[in-house]
C-alpha cells in the first residue's frame, strides 16, 4: 500500500516569498496529483504528473520518479495563496492522499 | 465553464437512517470518484466507477455503500445504514481519460452530520 507523506505541515510565509513544499511516496505510481483545498473546503486540482516538470503561472511542480519524490513551488506568493496543497498518487484508480500542508501567507 | 456539482450541500440525518448524496459529473467525462475527508482529517477515496461499474474501490467502502449511475447525468453513493463515524465532508469527482492519468474535477463537496 502506497503511503504518500508531505512537509512541512504547516508554513507560514511573508508576501512575496518563495515557497516550496515536498511530497514523497512509497511505491510507483501512475501519476501525482497536487490539489489546492480552500478554507471553505473546496478542492481544486493544479497539476497531474507524471513524468518532469509542469509550470501554470506562478505555480511550478517536479517529479522525481526514481526519488518517489515531487516538489510544488510557488513563486512571488500572496495571501489568496493561502490555503491547504494536497499531494495526491494513484496506480491505478485507487487515489492515496497525503496529509496537506497547510499555508499561510501574510500580507 | 462546465463543473460537477453535488446536492445537497449540507445534509443531517439520525444514525440508522438511508442517505443518498448525488452529484452530477462533467458530461463528457468517463470516470466518476467518491471520496470522503473526516474533519480535520486527510482526504481518503472511496470508490471509482466506469462504464457503469465499481472500477475500484477501497476498504471504507464496505457493503453499507452503494453507488450509481442512475440516468446519464447523475452519480449517486448510498449509504444503508449511517453510523456517527460516517460524519464527513463527502467529494465527488470526474475525469474525460480513459486512465486515471488525467486531471480530476471535484465537487464542491456535500458535509453529512449523523447524529
Known amino acids: 500500500k502506497n503511503e504518500v507523506e508531505q512537509s512541512p505541515q504547516n508554513l507560514t510565509a511573508q508576501e512575496g516569498e518563495f515557497i516550496t513544499i515536498n511530497c514523497s511516496y512509497s511505491v510507483g505510481i501512475s501519476a501525482l496529483h497536487w490539489l489546492q483545498q480552500h478554507p471553505g473546503g473546496g478542492i481544486v486540482s493544479l497539476f497531474m504528473l507524471s513524468s518532469g516538470k509542469k509550470k501554470h503561472g506562478r505555480l511550478i511542480a517536479t517529479i522525481n520518479i526514481q526519488e518517489k519524490h515531487s516538489s510544488l513551488h510557488i513563486t512571488a506568493s500572496h495571501p489568496r495563496d493561502s490555503a491547504v496543497y494536497i499531494c495526491?498518487?494513484?496506480?491505478?484508480?485507487?487515489?492515496?492522499f497525503g496529509p496537506g500542508t497547510r499555508l499561510s501567507v501574510l500580507p | 465553464e462546465p463543473e460537477v456539482t453535488q446536492t445537497p450541500s449540507h445534509q443531517v440525518t439520525q444514525m440508522g437512517q438511508e442517505v443518498i448524496l448525488r452529484c452530477v459529473p462533467i458530461s463528457n467525462h468517463l470516470y466518476f470518484y467518491w471520496y470522503r475527508q473526516i474533519l480535520g482529517q486527510k482526504v481518503e477515496f472511496l470508490v471509482s466507477?466506469?462504464?457503469?461499474?465499481?472500477?475500484?474501490k477501497s476498504e471504507i467502502f464496505d457493503d453499507q455503500f452503494s453507488v450509481e449511475r442512475p440516468d446519464g447525468s447523475n452519480f449517486t453513493l448510498k449509504i444503508r445504514s449511517t453510523k456517527l463515524e460516517d460524519s464527513a465532508m463527502y467529494f465527488c469527482a470526474s475525469n474525460s481519460g480513459v486512465l486515471s492519468y488525467n486531471e480530476q474535477f471535484f465537487g464542491p463537496g456535500t458535509r453529512l452530520t449523523v447524529l
Open positions: 495526491a498518487v494513484t496506480a491505478g484508480q485507487n487515489f492515496v
Open positions: 466507477f466506469y462504464n457503469n461499474e465499481i472500477s475500484e
